[in-house]
Nanobody
Framework: QVQLVESGGGLVQPGGSLRLSCAAS????????MRWYRQTPGKERELVAG????????TYADSVKGRFTISRDNFKNTVYLQMNSLNPEDTAVYYC?????????????WGQGTQVTVSS
């Protein structure tokens, strides 16, 4: 059974930090690229950050560059999102996403999301 379980969300003041975790199970984690998305009511889900498999190449949305860092631990089957200098515009539900592509198909999975609220 495939599972992506996010944790680490919560309420934080502007300028503060949070670290999100996404624990994966039920698939070969190291073979999947991992991403964090976020979504606010009435808006489309937005890609925040992504990280490759072996190479660990990373990509970030312009709005979070220099503030957020994505990383992964293939021994713990976990991907992280370190979020610093948070501002109210970062308030959203954050989702973990796993993706593997092959010549034949695409396999992808979503987590259930974790709420991040930035407010004073």
């Amino acid at each position: 059974q495939v599972q992506l379980v996010e944790s680490g969300g919560g309420l934080v003041q502007p300028g503060g930090s949070l670290r999100l975790s996404c624990a994966a199970s039920g698939f070969t984690f190291s073979r999947y690229s991992m991403r964090w998305y976020r979504q606010t009511p009435g808006k489309e889900r937005e890609l925040v950050a992504g990280i490759g498999t072996i190479s660990g190449l990373t990509t970030y949305a312009d709005s979070v560059k220099g503030r957020f860092t994505i990383s992964r631990d293939n021994f713990k089957n976990t991907v992280y999102l370190q979020m610093n200098s948070l501002n109210p515009e970062d308030t959203a539900v954050y989702y973990c996403y796993a993706r593997r592509t092959s010549p034949r198909d695409v396999e992808d999975y979503w987590g259930q999301g974790t709420q991040v609220t930035v407010s004073s």
